[in-house]
């Protein structure tokens, strides 16, 4: 699947990838030249999850791994996954996950 193809591409973040470039159903779906519901339909009857569930997993996975990272701190974290604010980030990071970046890390 195209729109799967598309998140995956995006990671691993690194020096030579800093940022994500789509984070939304509607970025994705710009960048595929469809509309916002056709993608959200098709992913959902594919995976049985929404887009927005798909991105937020992969948006996780990742963060885990440059948590565990000591070259990253948590704003650089967060401005790669573009979140506005460090604090959006871990606000993200705590709903999924139940515990802070901070506390992820040292654990």
Do not use: C
């Amino acid at each position: 699947m195209l729109f799967t193809e598309l998140l995956e591409r995006q990671f691993p973040l690194d020096n030579n990838h800093p940022k994500i470039q789509l984070k939304s159903a509607s970025d994705y779906a710009n960048k595929l030249n469809i509309h916002v519901n056709y993608l959200n339909k098709a992913v959902k009857e594919i995976t049985g999850k929404t887009t927005t569930q798909l991105i937020a997993d992969r948006i996780l996975q990742e963060s885990k791994v440059l948590l565990k990272q000591p070259n990253w701190d948590i704003s650089q974290i967060a401005y790669a996954l573009d979140f506005k604010e460090a604090t959006h980030f871990s606000n993200f990071f705590k709903k999924h996950v139940s515990i802070s970046p901070s506390r992820f890390r040292v654990g």
